[in-house]
């Protein structure tokens, strides 16, 4: 590049480090501070020309409020171990195994109306007459039980210790009392809110930007007694709970939620789980809400001639990004915390016309993720893992660019690092390179479109879920292709996006990625036969399409021309071969032996056509099938590396069927990647490693260039 660039960088600052950040905002182009959490701006910051982003979290803002109502904490229901009888009677300690500290059983409401025991060994919800609860002792005891069966509570509690407080007490050594969230579904709390935010815009006129954090409701993390996390999901409905809402939600749905419906047997809805009608409801219910209210606190930042972004983490259950409400709640702009491709691709596809922005690691925290040392004590390296992080970052940037970057934590830790300072500068200034070229033009992908077909489709983008081993998702965050997150609902509402060109469903059995019982709606089978029919793609991964239905196991048998042994068909001989391949497109530039982690179980093949391209410990691990015009694809398991990452993206190609295509814009080394702005007349070639590498560039035509590419360098080559 012949112009440094500069902007689109937030650097967090704390008093007593102005001279370091003139300094720095000088090296890393920064055109605004931020405060983090811990720290406070200076009057001679906030002097100074930059935008300055305030940070707030609004539920534990004011603690005074929150102790004096702690009635109006947040809620949610938790489950008692399960208790065997031994007897006509059991008396179930309800709190057992659960923090004291973090969560308090709820007195204030009536058990009975809103409190579920059931015998888990056969499902029946007891009678209320049949049980009670001590509010002295907080055990219930149940009578009339059956003996050896086994018993659980599900039980409302209120959350008297706030999950992120909590998370920096324990981890990053905070002090002080321990803060609470309190509910905005209270009325009374939502006026306050609303009078506290006002007082707070007057109490700081240099804010440009609110940094909301996020809105109210933060994913659940729940913990034991010694503090170790229990459950903990990123994506979970659990923390917005309250008497109040259940009542109401009976008078917006028209049906009383049970217990159990958030509960989910002690599954609590996890995300990996299939969600049942009910709650999807509770998520729309919540969504609704939610957007109502932060609408209302975005309004008055306006109102005031403030901006309003949102923390697209902690407290964001409700917000839903992906969703149709969104737009709504008036926000300019979203950031969230970055340590991989995955992490930017969820803000940056985000279909939204909101400033985008993301938080680099390391944090400016005296440990790392990890809990090791990072800026203080022995054996941190900021620079390392800056350099990591980035490369993670990048190959996903160059093909879903955000509009800034930043970082957060503790400025007076990292300027003890001169080397972290300037590995900072380098990522600021690609950054800038990347943003500046994406402007013009997106970077060149695969014709036509990859749709990734799930339980949850949109509102879940590149949010969670994978392959067991992992990697499948991060991998796909930097491929040239142009990928879409469909649910089997919007399919069959929809139909799929024009010019899709392979349909890619992976994941374990019965998991919302695989689908489980969506696979035995006849709409979603015939739409997906009829697409591959008619010359689309298909991949298949793990346990693609399984459920046990109508005599097999993976519902797409004649797409993927394979079927998984169970023990259902354990008698039946399976005398087809299939046809083992030593080459074909999808292996051809790929060296050595193809590992695929842990398979799903044993796959054999349905179609003497099938082509066998790898087997591991003697089962099929990778093949190849047609069917009509179309053709699939069949990997027993994914793990992560450059080597399956490139077999991957083969694979697609060739189930596109474009292999013509796949010269273009391509390199030799899979340890490399590259980029190509066409509009823009430049391609970015990426060494995604710590070691120098060789590479070969086929440009659009097909040209080879030899490239030399320092360790994790990123090389600008122009367009002929």
Known sequence: MT??????????????????????????????????????????????????????????????????????????????????????????????????????????????????????????????????????????????????????????????????????????????????????????????????????????PHTDVVRFTSVAYQFPSMEREDRTTRFQDWCCYLDCISARALDEFEKRKGYRLRSEHLVDAGYYNATGRVPSKEYLDWVDFVNEFTTDFAGEWVKMAHDRGKKAIMFFCDHWIGTEPYGERFPKMGFDGLVTPCINGTELRRVADVPYDVIKEVRLYPYFFPVNLSGRNLFEGEGGDPVGECKYYWSNVRRAMVRRCVDRIGFGGYLSLAVKFPEFLDAVEVVADEFRQIADHSEQGAAYTMPGKVVILNAWGKRRSWICGDVPGGGLLEGMSGLPVDFEFMSFDELKQNGLPENTKVVINYGAADSAWSGGRHWTDPDVVIAIRKFVGEGGGFIGIYEPTAVEHQGRYLQMEELLGVQ??????????????????????????????????????????????????????????????????????????????PRNLRMFLRALYWASGQEGEYQKWSVSNPHTECAAFVESGVCAVLNNTAEAQSTTLLDGNGQPQDIELAPSEMKWIPIQ
């Not at 029946?124 to 009578?143: C, R, Y």
């Open 3 to 204: 112009q440094k660039l500069t902007g689109r960088f937030t650097l967090p600052t704390q008093s007593g480090m102005e001279k370091e950040t003139l300094e720095l905002a000088e090296k890393w182009g920064a055109d605004a501070i931020r405060d983090s959490d811990g720290t406070v701006l200076s009057p001679e910051l906030t002097a100074m020309d930059f935008e300055i982003y305030s940070t707030l979290c609004m539920i534990r803002a004011d603690q005074d409020w929150n102790n004096a109502n702690m009635h109006e904490c947040q809620q949610k229901f938790l489950m008692s171990d399960p208790r065997m009888a031994e007897s006509g009677t059991l008396v179930v300690d309800i709190m057992y195994n659960w923090s004291d500290e973090k969560f308090t059983i709820d007195r204030h409401h009536d058990p009975a109306r809103y409190w579920e025991v059931i015998d888990r060994t056969t499902g029946e919800v007891i009678d209320t007459a049949n049980w009670s609860f001590d509010k002295e002792t907080g055990k219930v005891t149940i009578k009339n039980t059956i003996p050896w069966h086994l018993y659980t509570v599900n039980f409302l509690v209120y959350q008297i210790w706030e999950t992120t407080s909590m998370y920096n007490y324990i981890v990053n050594h905070w002090t002080g009392p321990h803060q609470s969230g309190i509910d905005p579904y209270q009325p009374a709390t939502r006026k306050h809110l609303l009078e506290y935010l006002d007082k707070w815009i007057d109490e700081h």
């Open 564 to 641: 998984r042994h169970t023990s259902a068909n354990v008698s039946n001989r399976k005398l087809i071969r299939g046809q083992k391949v030593d080459e074909h497109f999808i292996t051809a530039d790929v060296e050595g032996e193809l590992k695929f982690g842990s398979l799903a179980g044993h796959v054999f093949a349905t179609n003497p056509g099938l082509q066998i391209l790898a087997e591991q410990d003697g089962v099929i691990s990778l093949a190849v099938n047609t069917f009509g015009l179309g053709r699939s694809v069949y990997l027993g398991g994914y793990s992560g590396g």
